[in-house]
């Protein structure tokens, strides 16, 4: 993949997407970060999904508004013990550039590119957002307020303004109104991915979808500690009084292979690389438990999704299909195996 031009990668990448919508996958989630990947824009590249599909679902995993309070500074520069201060991000000069330089998102902006994504694409958009917000309990309080004034722009038929701690609008005057309208009532399904453990009952209060990571990749915790986690998300929700049933996605790294010497060889050589990793970093030989990734034949990934389902009543399995070395044809190789072998039999 390393040696396709920006086109050809666009290109494959929507052939990807246009074969899921073709088998009936439910959702294709896309990603994207400024600076650091092909997709600047996750709305934009939404738009252009929604254009080429038909049936399927398109969510963003995720938006990144970009919060930043007015008088709020971004500084790379070192503190005690090695931690960029304030950082944001996975790499602190990159991350600190744009956090200076962008605009942050404005709330009633992004809630009418929104609707008009899910007029555009009949009612099939799900809106998956980040604000970056762990340990921070100012910048949480403020994404929460960002997702209210959508909220209440979609909702309402005539925004009477909103006055909260980070923003401040006046009512609309006599005769204006945002347009478009949703297709989806009251609004699209908003998911929020869980990047703490400290996220999991406040999301149930709030009664948000969430998004967690499972497997080896994704969930550094383990299993036995993640099912906890989202027992009391469940419990928060329906300690909350919010109707309809708590929803969770897991997010699995995926490689699904038509055989089981193929699973093994490749089992055996991701194995040998994470070792080797892992020395190199001043680790040990002695590889720590892992959770189970959704590798292998499509009869050990059905087993799988069973034992997700079983132990955390997953709504949903989201496929990440990079991370491993691959090339485009192993990706549609194992979009078609999920699509004729998997889904099925987990439907």
Same mark, same amino acid.
């Given at each position: ?8 990668a ?6 990807e997407?246009?074969?899921?919508d073709e ?5 294709v ?9 092909m997709?600047?824009?996750i709305?934009?590249l939404a ?7 038909h ?5 963003t995993a995720v938006?990144l508004?970009g919060l930043?309070?007015?008088s709020?500074e971004f ?14 991000g ?6 600190g ?6 605009? !942050?998102?404005?709330? +009633?902006q992004?809630?009418? =590119? ?8 009949? %009612?099939?958009? *799900?809106?998956?957002?980040g604000?970056?917000t762990?340990?921070?309990?100012r910048?949480?309080?403020?994404f929460?307020e960002?997702?209210?004034v ?8 005539e925004?009477?303004?909103f ?6 609008y ?10 478009p309208?949703?297709v989806q009532?009251p609004? !699209?399904?908003?998911? +929020?991915p869980?990047?703490? =453990?400290?996220?999991?009952?406040p999301?149930?209060k709030? %009664?948000?979808? *969430?998004a ?11 299993d ?6 989202v027992?009391n ?11 309809g049933d ?8 995926t ?7 193929e ?14 990793h892992?020395?190199?970093?001043g680790?040990s ?7 189970s ?18 132990d955390f009543?997953?709504?949903e399995?989201?496929?990440t ?8 044809e ?18």
């Amino acid at each position: 993949m390393d040696d396709e031009s920006e086109a050809q990668a666009y290109d494959a990448s929507f052939e990807e997407i246009r074969a899921m919508d073709e088998a009936g996958w439910d959702t294709v989630w896309s990603g994207g970060v400024p600076l650091r990947t092909m997709v600047p824009s996750i709305l934009l590249l939404a738009a252009a999904i929604a254009a080429r599909t038909h049936r399927i679902k398109i969510g963003t995993a995720v938006h990144l508004p970009g919060l930043k309070a007015p008088s709020e500074e971004f500084t790379t520069k070192v503190k005690e013990g090695g931690s960029p201060i304030n950082r944001r991000g996975g790499n602190a000069e990159k991350f600190g550039w744009v956090f200076d330089h962008f605009s !942050p998102a404005n709330p +009633l902006q992004t809630a009418e =590119q929104i609707a008009m994504l899910d007029q555009l694409s009949n %009612g099939r958009f *799900i809106y998956g957002a980040g604000g970056d917000t762990t340990g921070d309990e100012r910048r949480q309080r403020q994404f929460h307020e960002y997702l209210a004034v959508m909220r209440q722009v979609w909702t309402e038929e005539e925004f009477s303004g909103f006055d909260g701690e980070f923003y401040n609008y006046p009512a609309l005057p006599e005769g204006a109104n945002f347009l478009p309208r949703c297709v989806q009532k009251p609004h !699209p399904p908003i998911l +929020l991915p869980l990047d703490s =453990q400290q996220g999991f009952v406040p999301m149930g209060k709030l %009664g948000y979808r *969430i998004a967690i990571g499972g497997g080896g990749l994704h969930n550094v915790r383990g299993d036995a500690v993640l099912k906890e986690d989202v027992k009391n998300y469940r419990q928060a929700w329906v300690d909350a009084g919010h109707g309809g049933d708590p929803s969770v996605s897991i997010r699995m790294s995926t490689h699904v292979v038509a055989t089981q010497r193929e699973a093994d060889r490749i089992r055996e050589a991701s194995q040998k690389t994470r070792v080797e990793h892992t020395l190199k970093d001043g680790g040990s030989a002695e590889e720590p438990e892992r959770s189970s990734d959704l590798f292998g034949t499509p009869e050990e990934v059905v087993d799988r999704i069973h034992q997700l389902r079983e132990d955390f009543g997953a709504d949903e399995i989201i496929c990440t299909m990079i991370g491993w070395s691959g090339s485009r044809e192993d990706v549609l190789k194992g979009i078609r195996l999920i699509s004729e072998k998997v889904i099925p039999k987990v439907s």
